[in-house]
């Protein structure tokens, strides 16, 4: 039997399967390599090991996540364009739950690749909030608020954080609703001290 041509996509692939399907505990080595139909050291040649491989899954899923934020932004301004900001990023973590919690798995201090995913996130959410206004520090403070409020969300709702009984809808509806409020007061404020 001629073994699988492989590269590295194809083994970030697989391991994105598994982690979306049963979770990212479930990614294993051993576990991909026989998905793909190899032994483990195969893998070697397109990973450094099992870190190399969840930091990959981790630029993957903001990769995703930035690429459906930009497309969500587009054509909608003020407080439309937060809703449509939230939904993408929960549509992410529901699309994709595994890859998504990879994002937190491995870390990006010191990382300039991951690093410049993470910034490339906020920087999406930064030139969104144009509509609104906000200075540039202004801006770039509720473009981080922003990404922790959908994060923090989302990371809930995927991981079952949200246990009592009500519409998580009307929840996030809410959250938006807060966040906007709160982007409407630094304009005031900014009215005020002009």
Not at 55 to 76: F, I, K, N, P
Not at 135 to 162: C, K, N, P
Not at 163 to 184: K, M, Q
Request: glycine share 8%; proline share 4%; hydrophobic share 40%.
């Amino acid at each position: 039997m001629p073994r699988a041509s492989l590269d590295t996509q194809r083994v970030i692939d697989e391991a994105a399967s598994i982690a979306d399907a049963e979770g990212l505990d479930a990614v294993t080595l051993t576990r991909v390599a026989d998905r793909l139909g190899v032994r483990q050291p195969a893998l070697y040649r397109h990973v450094e090991g099992y870190d190399d491989l969840l930091r990959s899954l981790g630029l993957r899923g903001r990769e995703m996540l930035a690429d459906r934020l930009s497309t969500a932004a587009q054509g909608v301004a003020g407080p439309d364009v937060v809703r449509a900001l939230g939904d993408a990023w929960r549509g992410v973590v529901r699309e994709a739950p595994g890859l998504y919690a990879a994002t937190d798995r491995y870390p990006c201090a010191g990382d300039a690749e991951l690093e410049d995913a993470v910034e490339e996130v906020v920087t999406i959410i930064f030139r969104s909030l144009g509509g609104f206004k906000l200075d540039e520090a202004q801006r770039i403070h509720v473009a981080r608020a922003l990404r922790s409020s959908f994060h923090g969300f989302a990371h809930l709702e995927s991981g079952d954080g949200h246990p009592h009984p009500h519409d998580l809808e009307e929840t996030f509806s809410n959250l938006v609703d807060l966040l906007v409020a709160g982007i409407r007061q630094l304009e005031s404020t900014a009215d005020t001290a002009a």
